[in-house]
């Protein structure tokens, strides 16, 4: 368990409006966001920083470029004045943002990680976190992803996708726990 969750920066990755719009198939998580929003209220509440990253797609198409409504930061994790909002056109949050020179030059270590979608962004964001030294932990009810087919043509559940990639980053980039875990720890160190 990460000793230093109750210090933890909240990492907020691409709860975006358009997000739900990228796939047409289903998702797990249906409380991600909601435990999404219980995170930020106690990162606010405790005065501990809460830092946005959005993904501003060069896709022309794409829901989530920018000048779409899509692009949007969804209400429920929508970053106030004081909150630092990073924005990427890749996968990781870490490449051509200044993340990660932000926190280093904050002293900021310990990062709970949460956001959309499991398999893309926030598992990138959390191995590379991992590799650069970061303390990283995953909030596995704090994100979701969508079902999809692989290139063997077999169908994937959205929960089969999250799980499997929750499975490979626990213990190897991370500490994989759940909303109540990482709340409950919170609590016992205050």
Same mark, same amino acid.
């Given at each position: 368990?990460?000793?230093?969750?109750?210090?933890?920066?909240?990492?907020?990755?691409?709860? !975006?409006?358009?997000?739900?719009?990228? $796939? !047409?198939?289903?998702?797990?998580?249906? !409380?991600?966001?909601?435990?999404?929003?219980?995170?930020? /209220?106690?990162?606010? !509440?405790?005065?501990?920083?809460?830092?946005?990253?959005?993904?501003?797609?060069?896709?022309?198409?794409?829901?989530?470029?920018?000048?779409?409504?899509?692009?949007?930061?969804?209400?429920?994790?929508?970053?106030?004045?004081?909150?630092?909002?990073?924005?990427?056109?890749?996968?990781? /949050?870490?490449?051509?943002?200044?993340?990660?020179? $932000?926190?280093?030059?904050?002293?900021?270590?310990?990062?709970?990680?949460?956001?959309?979608?499991?398999?893309?962004?926030?598992?990138?964001?959390?191995?590379?976190?991992?590799?650069?030294?970061?303390?990283?932990?995953?909030?596995?009810? /704090?994100?979701?992803?969508?079902?999809?087919?692989?290139?063997?043509g077999e169908s994937y559940t959205a929960e089969q996708i999250h799980n499997v990639n929750l499975l490979?980053?626990?213990?190897?980039?991370?500490?994989?726990?759940?909303?109540?875990?990482?709340?409950?720890?919170?609590?016992?160190?205050?």
């Open positions: 368990m990460n000793s230093h969750v109750g210090k933890s920066v909240l990492l907020v990755i691409d709860v !975006q409006a358009g997000i739900d719009d990228l $796939y !047409q198939s289903e998702r797990n998580n249906p !409380q991600a966001e909601s435990n999404i929003e219980k995170l930020i /209220a106690n990162w606010r !509440q405790r005065g501990v920083e809460v830092i946005h990253v959005k993904h501003n797609s060069t896709e022309a198409q794409s829901p989530l470029r920018p000048g779409q409504s899509g692009n949007n930061v969804k209400p429920c994790a929508a970053p106030i004045a004081s909150e630092k909002l990073f924005e990427k056109s890749v996968n990781s /949050a870490f490449i051509g943002t200044g993340l990660e020179a $932000y926190l280093r030059e904050n002293n900021l270590t310990d990062l709970v990680i949460v956001g959309l979608t499991t398999d893309h962004c926030v598992s990138t964001s959390t191995r590379m976190a991992g590799n650069l030294g970061f303390n990283a932990t995953l909030v596995s009810d /704090a994100t979701a992803t969508f079902a999809r087919v692989g290139p063997d490979s980053l626990d213990k190897e980039f991370c500490t994989v726990m759940t909303t109540e875990q990482v709340l409950n720890s919170i609590a016992e160190r205050s």
